[in-house]
């Protein structure tokens, strides 16, 4: 079914090993809804499955951790460190196959912004800096201050990226279509970026060319290891998800960023956060969204704010996004793409969707609340 007001959104592109029906995607979303073990759920195979029958091209799946030392950031939080977590993955892979979409993993360190941890006390990151803030209970946490964490070793720099290729490897297994490296919202590979984070003296610190070092580790390890045609995305941010007022230093500062990680082998460069579709910085008109697809020459996914279809064709048409990520919206509406295509209303995020856990079951308690407003969600995607 054609889609005249909205004909870029809906056609079809190819990524490396993605060829997606349409440009439309859902953007990796929190939800602490697997087993303790890191293992997912019938009810997170189910939750996957809807948005790919809901028209949605590509499924991004939330932050799934990468090794079984300091990784895990949160209780219920998926992972991917082992072979019975990455077997479990693979029922999700299949059912959003089935209904028509790709699907990537998004692979996660939570560093210094760990809230729960399974396997091992404390955490680690670039230096020994604490994030700003508390941890946030609608994630299971306490609410108390983050941690001092410890700086990492140049041997547990190596284990990290050793987590990161295994975790790659272990999708490919799985059958996903490709893996998106996390390095935004405040997490490790970004905290790496972060200046104030990162205090290092070795090869790691000071210059931004020292400080990316160890996303660029990341992804050529991670590139070699799957080879040259699986796809291989990373996601960036300004902000953090405990201090949304950090920037980058200049546009020149993003340029670097956008080329290293396209030389390191980047597939395509997700943004997201504060500059992603408006200006990022002063006196520049320019995006990270423009100057991502300006610098790197490769696909560029954006996200935010851009569950009004108008507004993502334009991301398309004009300011050199490849696919628009839709978070809370897809969260309201799991069918967004085949309610955009028939013309149906959307329905406005309600917070109260996410309390008072950020879960599955928090989301199925608002539904059935809700439902003199919505139909059950299993009707309307099938």
């Not at 990524?15 to 602490?32: E, G, H, K, Q």
């Not at 699907?103 to 809230?115: E, K, N, S, T, Y």
């Not at 670039?126 to 001092?148: I, L, Q, R, W």
């Not at 490790?188 to 205090?199: A, G, I, R």
């Amino acid at each position: 079914m054609s889609d005249t007001k909205h004909p870029t959104l809906f056609s079809e592109v190819r990524i490396d090993s993605l060829t997606l029906a349409n440009r439309a995607a859902v953007a990796p979303m929190t939800c602490t809804s697997a087993a303790e073990e890191g293992i997912v759920t019938d009810q997170m195979v189910t939750y996957y499955q809807r948005y790919a029958r809901g028209g949605f091209g590509l499924v991004i799946t939330e932050g799934t951790f990468t090794d079984t030392a300091y990784s895990q950031g949160y209780y219920r939080q998926p992972g991917i460190a082992t072979d019975a977590q990455a077997a479990a993955w693979r029922p999700v892979v299949e059912g959003v196959h089935e209904a028509g979409a790709a699907i990537v993993v998004q692979l996660m360190h939570a560093g210094a912004q760990r809230q729960y941890n399974g396997y091992c006390e404390g955490s680690v990151a670039p230096s020994a800096v604490a994030p700003y803030g508390n941890t946030k209970p609608m994630y299971h946490g306490d609410g108390d201050v983050f941690a001092v964490p410890e700086a990492l070793s140049e041997t547990q720099l190596i284990e990290v990226i050793d987590g990161f290729v295994a975790s790659a490897k272990r999708a490919m297994a799985a059958g996903f279509d490709g893996v998106e490296i996390h390095a935004a919202n405040g997490y490790l590979l970004d905290e790496f970026l972060t200046d104030y984070h990162n205090q290092r003296t070795d090869d790691y610190g000071g210059s931004m060319g020292n400080r990316l070092r160890m996303v660029r580790k990341v992804l050529t390890s991670v590139r070699d290891a799957v080879g040259g045609d699986f796809t291989v995305g990373i996601r960036l941010s300004q902000i953090k998800i405990n201090d949304t007022e950090y920037r980058w230093a200049d546009a020149d500062e993003a340029a670097t960023i956008f080329r290293t990680v396209a030389e390191a082998g980047a597939s395509y460069i997700h943004v997201t956060g504060a500059g992603a579709v408006e200006p990022a910085f002063s006196g520049d008109p320019r995006s990270l969204t423009e100057l991502a697809s300006e610098y790197s020459k490769v696909a560029v996914i954006t996200n935010g704010a851009l569950h009004e279809a108008t507004a993502a064709e334009e991301q398309l048409v004009k300011h050199g996004a490849t696919v628009v990520a839709v978070g809370r919206g897809a969260l309201m509406d799991a069918d967004w793409p085949a309610r955009v295509r028939a013309d149906k209303p959307l329905h406005a995020f309600d917070f109260d969707l996410l309390q008072p856990l950020a879960t599955l079951d928090s989301q199925a308690n608002w539904e059935a609340a809700h439902d003199d407003v919505f139909e059950p969600l299993a009707q309307r995607n099938g």
